[in-house]
Nanobody, 127 residues
Framework: QVQLVESGGGLVQTGGSLRLSCAASGLTFSTYAMGWFRQAPGKERDVVAAISWNGGNTYYADSVKGRFTISRDNAKKTVYLQMNSLRPEDTAVYYC????????????????????WGQGTQVTVSS
C-alpha cells in the first residue's frame, strides 16, 4: 500500500522560511518522479515543483523560481520542499504526489500525471 506523509507546514511571517517533507512507503521510491502541488481556497491544485526519479531534472512554477528548492533523498524515501522568502500568496495546502509512471522524464507538471497523493499540509504566510 502506497502512503505519503507530509510534514513541516505551519504559520510563518512574510519573508520567512519553511521546509516541507514527504515520506513515502509501499513503493520503489527511487524510480518515480515526485511533485509538490498546492491548492488555495477556491482555486485549482497547481504544481509548485517537481523532481525526476534520480534528482537530475527539476521543474519550478514561475511564481516560486529562485525561492523554493525541491530535493529528494532516495535512501530515506523522502522528498523535500525548501521554501524561502515566503509571501502571503504562497498560503495554501501543499501536497506531495508520486508520478504514475516509473522513470518518467522530464518530471510531470500536471495533476493527472500523479496517482498517489499525501494528505496535505497547511502553509499560512501572514503579512
Amino acid at each position: 500500500q502506497v502512503q505519503l506523509v507530509e510534514s513541516g507546514g505551519g504559520l510563518v511571517q512574510t519573508g520567512g522560511s519553511l521546509r516541507l517533507s514527504c515520506a513515502a512507503s509501499g513503493l520503489t521510491f527511487s524510480t518515480y518522479a515526485m511533485g509538490w502541488f498546492r491548492q488555495a481556497p477556491g482555486k485549482e491544485r497547481d504544481v509548485v515543483a517537481a523532481i525526476s526519479w534520480n534528482g537530475g531534472n527539476t521543474y519550478y512554477a514561475d511564481s516560486v523560481k529562485g525561492r523554493f528548492t525541491i530535493s529528494r533523498d532516495n535512501a530515506k524515501k523522502t522528498v523535500y520542499l525548501q521554501m524561502n522568502s515566503l509571501r502571503p500568496e504562497d498560503t495554501a495546502v501543499y501536497y506531495c504526489a508520486i508520478h504514475r509512471q516509473r522513470f518518467n522524464l522530464p518530471p510531470g507538471t500536471k495533476t493527472y500525471e500523479y496517482n498517489y497523493w499525501g494528505q496535505g499540509t497547511q502553509v499560512t504566510v501572514s503579512s
